[in-house]
């Protein structure tokens, strides 16, 4: 069983950064891709970033230049560092991860999500 915990979340004003961070635990392998999505309110879940397991990043057009995606691979863990927030990415924001655990697959595995408020 794999289990992908996010934290970091929480409310805070425009202008103000937050740090987010998925680990995953479990029988793992390996893992390739690791992506953070966001759902805003009324909104579909969206693409926000990726980073591979060789370290490439790509960024949605809305985050990027304020947003950073990182991993640890020694902890399985990745990180999103969230700077210069607007409201407007006020979403709840799920973490995805590709992780070989027995043979020869990937499996995209996900976590519960974590609330990001930005006011005004």
């Known amino acids: 069983q794999v289990q992908l915990v996010e934290s970091g979340g929480g409310l805070v004003q425009a202008g103000e950064s937050l740090k987010l961070s998925c680990a995953a635990s479990?029988?793992?392998?390996?893992?390739?891709?690791m992506t953070w999505y966001r759902q805003g309110p009324g909104k579909r879940r969206e693409f926000v970033a990726l980073i591979t397991s060789g370290g490439n990043t790509n960024y949605a057009d809305s985050v990027k230049g304020r947003f950073t995606i990182s991993r640890d691979n020694a902890k399985n863990t990745m990180y999103l560092q969230m700077n210069s927030l607007k409201p407007e990415d006020t979403a709840i924001y799920y973490c995805s991860m590709a992780i070989r655990t027995t043979g020869w697959t990937f499996d995209d595995y996900w976590g519960q999500g974590t609330q990001v408020t930005v006011s005004s």
């Open positions: 479990g029988s793992i392998f390996s893992i390739n891709t």
